[in-house]
Every structure is written in C-alpha cells, then in structure tokens.
C-alpha cells in the first residue's frame, strides 16, 4: 500500500489532536471508541478500493 504510511502519521496526529479535547467528554472510553470506529471505516474502504 503506497499511502499507508502517510495514513499512520496522519491517525497520530488526529490522535494527538483530539486527546485533550476527548477528555473533557469523559475521557478514555469514548475516545477508544470514536477512533476504533473510524480505522475500521478507513481499513473497509482501503480493503475494497484495493480488491475491487
């Protein structure tokens, strides 16, 4: 994959980006949550760009 790498440091940094702001709603949980859903959103739609 040509973008991935590019893909990692760009889920760090949102990442590092929304931790503060996430804590104030009530921390870890929500967070864990929110940034599961979405590598599973992106790693669907890399999955299917690439198999189609």
Do not use: C
């Not at 940094?13 to 599973?40: C, K, Q, S, T, Y």
């Not at 790693?43 to 760009?49: A, C, G």
């Amino acid at each position: 994959m040509r973008h991935s790498q590019g893909y990692v440091k760009l889920t760090a940094a949102a990442r590092d980006h929304w931790r503060p702001n996430m804590d104030e709603f009530g921390g870890g949980f929500i967070r864990n949550v929110m940034i599961g859903f979405a590598l599973a959103l992106a790693f669907s739609i890399i999955y299917v760009w690439y198999t189609r």
